[in-house]
């Protein structure tokens, strides 16, 4: 039986799909595309971006990664906490974590974030890579995930139900698009995979360890001190 919360994520994936680009092949010189430091909702000023960490840090890391993918998985596992104790935490640098999604239940898991209040978007996302069995096979999983964090009670709009009112943020106009535009611009530069990091204008791909995200992120820093 095909549900609403289904038709609704299906009708997302057919409009990202008629905008989104084609991954833009690998290239032979590196990567020099610098991102958008901002996406916002030009009418409501509204943030599509998740930042952790002082917005006036030095160092920018943006981090693009897919909900379903083991290699994000296990960036998050085992090097995330220790970047952001080391490096964000202090000041040093901030991370700028955007959406993009390999497959539907990581669209699933994507859009529901972004229905999340702005102050628990982070923690969305480490609670999804955290129980990422709970929901990956079947994506109405993630309000369970939910539910389970926050109480039976938590819903997306008070006096709703909590997949009902999940979907009616899904369905707002052009919601996918607006919040996934980072993900449309940066696959028509390059990224072509997941997790891959910009930092300070450097193209980092895979889950490399914490110890190489500090080296990298030192390295920028010096550079910054030596000028």
Same mark, same amino acid.
């Given at each position: 039986? $095909?549900?609403?919360?289904?038709?609704? =994520?299906?009708?997302?994936?057919?409009?990202?799909?008629?905008?989104? @680009?084609?991954?833009?092949?690998?290239?032979?010189?590196?990567?020099?595309?610098?991102? @958008?430091?901002?996406?916002?909702?030009?009418?409501?000023?509204?943030?599509?971006?998740?930042?952790?960490?002082?917005?006036? /840090? @030095? $160092?920018? #890391?943006?981090?693009?990664? !897919?909900?379903?993918? *083991?290699?994000?998985?296990?960036?998050?596992? =085992?090097? /995330?906490?220790?970047?952001?104790?080391?490096?964000?935490?202090?000041?040093? /640098?901030?991370?700028?974590?955007?959406?993009?999604?390999?497959?539907?239940?990581?669209?699933?898991?994507?859009?529901?974030?972004?229905? %999340? @209040?702005?102050?628990?978007?982070?923690? !969305?996302?480490?609670?999804?890579?955290?129980?990422?069995?709970?929901?990956?096979?079947? *994506?109405?999983?993630?309000?369970?995930?939910?539910?389970?964090?926050?109480?039976?009670?938590?819903?997306?709009?008070?006096?709703?139900?909590?997949?009902? !009112?999940?979907?009616?943020?899904?369905?707002?106009?052009?919601?996918?698009?607006?919040?996934?535009?980072? %993900?449309?611009?940066? !696959?028509?530069?390059?990224?072509?995979?997941?997790?891959?990091? #910009? #930092?300070?204008?450097?193209?980092?791909?895979?889950?490399?360890?914490?110890?190489?995200?500090?080296?990298? #992120?030192?390295?920028?820093?010096?550079?910054?001190?030596?000028?």
């Amino acid at each position: 039986m $095909i549900t609403k919360f289904k038709t609704a =994520l299906a009708a997302a994936a057919l409009l990202l799909a008629a905008t989104a @680009p084609s991954f833009a092949e690998d290239a032979a010189a590196p990567n020099t595309w610098n991102p @958008p430091t901002a996406y916002t909702d030009a009418d409501t000023g509204e943030s599509y971006d998740i930042v952790v960490g002082d917005p006036k /840090a @030095p $160092i920018t #890391i943006y981090e693009y990664a !897919s909900l379903t993918c *083991p290699h994000c998985k296990a960036y998050q596992e =085992l090097a /995330a906490d220790a970047v952001q104790k080391n490096w964000i935490d202090t000041g040093k /640098a901030k991370l700028v974590y955007r959406h993009f999604p390999l497959d539907q239940s990581a669209l699933a898991a994507a859009l529901t974030v972004q229905c %999340m @209040p702005a102050d628990k978007r982070y923690d !969305s996302v480490k609670l999804f890579f955290k129980n990422v069995d709970k929901w990956a096979q079947n *994506p109405e999983g993630l309000v369970t995930v939910l539910q389970d964090k926050y109480g039976k009670d938590f819903t997306f709009a008070e006096g709703k139900d909590a997949k009902d !009112s999940l979907i009616e943020c899904m369905n707002r106009k052009e919601f996918a698009q607006k919040s996934l535009k980072a %993900m449309l611009d940066a !696959s028509q530069n390059g990224v072509n995979s997941t997790p891959y990091f #910009i #930092i300070d204008g450097e193209h980092v791909r895979g889950a490399n360890t914490a110890e190489k995200m500090g080296e990298i #992120i030192q390295k920028h820093l010096d550079s910054k001190t030596s000028k």
